[in-house]
Antibody, heavy 120, light 107 residues
């Protein structure tokens, strides 16, 4: 059974930092690109970042570029999102999602999400 | 960035109804489009990718069509478990972008 389990969400003050983790099992993690997608309370989905299967290529949404860094450890089947200089508008549920298709085009697997709240 | 729009933003329907949701991209994306279903408090679930390919395990009452800039998701006969919000997502380029969602609720 495929499982993605996010952790690390918390209440943090503006300007603070958090590191999210997503542990994967039940599929060949090292063959999948991994994404972070977020959803602000009551809002739609916003793609945040992707890291390719080897970890050698990453992309970011403009809204987080320069503040967030995605990384992965294929030996531990885990992907990370380091979030710095957090803003109130970063408040959201953060999902990790695996993309295995051609061009990493679609998100086959999703975690249950972890809540990040940025507030003073 | 490629902007995605969806219509309608919400639709009220009854079980057994045929429901069609439209997604439009601000520029051509070929067939690089996916559809997701999301229920409250749950993560999204992949329904369709490559515009018309049904994800394994998804009921055949769901279908997708289109290419270029205009796409549709059709539910041929709405079931009680289909009441949810549906999102399209383009995969032609980075950043990946989602449509704003279409909420399907009970009439």
């Amino acid at each position: 059974e495929v499982q993605l389990s996010e952790s690390g969400g918390d209440l943090v003050q503006p300007g603070g930092s958090l590191r999210l983790s997503c542990a994967a099992s039940g599929f060949t993690f090292s063959s999948y690109a991994m994404n972070w997608v977020r959803q602000a309370p009551g809002k739609g989905l916003e793609w945040v970042s992707i890291i390719n299967d080897s970890g050698g290529s990453t992309y970011y949404a403009d809204s987080v570029k320069g503040r967030f860094t995605v990384s992965r450890d294929n030996s531990k089947n885990t992907v990370f999102l380091q979030m710095n200089s957090l803003r109130v508008e970063d408040t959201a549920v953060y999902y990790c999602a695996g993309a295995g298709g051609s061009g990493w085009s679609h998100f086959d697997y999703w975690g249950q999400g972890t809540l990040v709240t940025v507030s003073s | 960035d490629i902007q995605m729009t969806q219509s309608p933003s919400s639709v009220s329907a009854s079980a057994g109804d045929r429901v069609t949701i439209t997604c439009r991209a601000s520029q051509g994306i070929g067939s690089w489009l996916a559809w997701y279903q999301q229920k409250p408090g749950k993560p999204p679930k992949l329904l369709i990718y490559a515009a018309s390919t049904l994800q394994s395990g998804v009921p055949s009452r769901f279908s997708g069509s289109g290419s270029g800039t205009d796409f549709t998701l059709t539910i041929s006969s709405l079931q009680p478990e289909d009441f949810a919000t549906y999102y399209c997502q383009q995969a032609n380029s980075f950043p990946r972008t989602f449509g704003p969602g279409t909420k399907v609720d009970i009439k």
